[in-house]
């Protein structure tokens, strides 16, 4: 359907493959963890993959793809859980992971190449005495351009705030989808177009990152006698802005017995969060965890934990990855609870579902305020279950991102002013770029509706 042999005479030394098995795996991400998107998204194929090694190639093969008229889908590590990454009209996929120098880290920012992997990012600024503010639980895989244009937050969060808070991205450089393709070095608000836009309006190319103290990590575990006392520790951690934390994860019993490796961790009945605490903050730490009754059932330092992987990967999306391995009909949805109503509108929730159904959530900050994110864990029957979860949460007082749709409108984290239509339309003339994810005429498509997260209009 398109000319890829022309294409690949235009590419000259930029590698590239149509090898079906190579295609196959770079035209997936992690969308399996949906059971939604399971059966929607298998089947969407890339025609070619295109592994630019430089800023020069890149610009080359973007060139020669949009004077062949062939769609552009950027790929980084290939671990976005909404289909993200996936090719909905096939075309190029354009791997970024050969492109990933650590440019330069110092004054407390890191500048890299878009295809850098976020773990040896942290290991390099660690040996510079910096360590990443934020990271997905996916560190090992994600690059940094993946988790800009695809993340939304997470292990750090609960003390900086959201990827889309002011002052979490530096600078980025991104290019267009032109026959001669321009790079324009963005920063302040402007950032908020290319976030959360899944490639889908530029190319990154380089990403600045602001960087925190490298401080030693403790791992902890704290079980409590309900799940009322967990979650308002969890909220309270957050608040205590003295305690330096990654992440304050809550989990309602019987989830601890659900995942595997900590099903002897816990104490039967007990509900958990899951902590990730800087050591000179410990000591405060176990006084704030006696005040509110808990007890610290784990504390390891990182990588010396016996849970088969770092706790950072027992929260956020991997939390449902280590309890699908229970039952692989888990799934849960991205709810968002916040402000005064925090509490309240979470117990509505508990209070009109079974006790099969426990609560998840991740607590941390965002515009400000104190936020928990997650629902009840669901086990997967059918679309019109999930409904009636959205249904709920949204009655209850929460807001539901669309973690089983694909499309940015439907997924709703990022919000779509006409600057977005108007900056689309000046980097991808010819909508090229991931298409069928940025739909300007804000269709959706999504078997499931939900309103979207909220977030407060910027002038
Ligand atoms: C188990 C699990 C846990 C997760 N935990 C988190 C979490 O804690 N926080 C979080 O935010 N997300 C999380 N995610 C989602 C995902 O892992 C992250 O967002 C991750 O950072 C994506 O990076 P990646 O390199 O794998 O990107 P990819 O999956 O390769 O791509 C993500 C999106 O970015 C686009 N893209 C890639 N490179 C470029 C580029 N150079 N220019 C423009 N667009 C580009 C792609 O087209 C795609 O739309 C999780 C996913 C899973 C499956």
Known sequence: MYPIDALVRDLGEVPSTTDPAIIKRKSRDHFVISPLLRSALSGNLADIVVSPRTKTEVSLSVAAA???????????????????????????????????????????????????????????????????????????????????????????????????????????????????????????????????????????????????????????????????????????????????????????????????????????????????????????????????????????????????????EFVYGHGLRQLQKTNSAYTGLQGMFRGAELFGSIERVRSAVSRDEPMRLEIFWSEGEIVAMGSPLISYRDAAQMAEMVALIQASGGVVANSHATGVHEVGIKRITTRDVDFKREMDPFGLLNPGKLNLDGVKTSTLQTAGWKFRARA
């Open 66 to 312: 949009v004077r062949h008229r062939i769609p552009i889908t950027p790929r980084g590590g290939g671990t976005a859980n909404y289909g993200q990454s996936v090719p909905l009209h096939g075309g190029v996929l354009h791997d970024m992971i050969d492109y990933n120098r650590v440019i330069s880290i110092g004054d407390g920012v890191i500048r890299a190449e878009a295809g850098a992997n976020m773990a040896i990012m942290d290991a390099q600024a660690r040996k510079a005495g910096w360590e990443l503010r934020l990271h997905p639980s996916t560190i090992a895989t994600s690059t940094i351009a993946g988790f800009i244009a695809g993340g939304s937050g997470g292990l750090g969060s609960a003390m900086y705030g959201m990827l889309r808070d002011r002052g979490n991205i530096s600078a980025l450089e991104v290019m267009s989808a032109e026959e001669q393709p321009r790079l324009i070095e963005m920063t302040g608000d402007d950032l908020e177009l290319v976030h959360h836009a899944y490639g889908a309006n530029a190319i990154i190319t380089e990403v600045a990152m602001p960087l925190a103290p490298a401080w030693s990590w403790r791992e902890c575990i704290v079980a409590f006698a309900d799940f009322a006392s967990a979650l308002r520790f969890g909220e309270r951690l957050v608040r205590e802005t003295g305690i330096v934390k990654k992440v304050s994860s809550v989990h309602e019993w019987p989830i601890p017995k659900l995942m595997r490796e900590l099903r002897d961790v816990v104490p039967e009945g007990r509900s958990m969060v899951i902590c990730l605490i800087a050591q000179p903050c410990f000591a405060s730490f176990q006084s704030m965890v006696h005040e509110f009754s808990g007890d610290i059932v784990a504390d390891n330092g990182t990588g010396e934990n016996p849970f088969g992987a770092p706790l950072f």
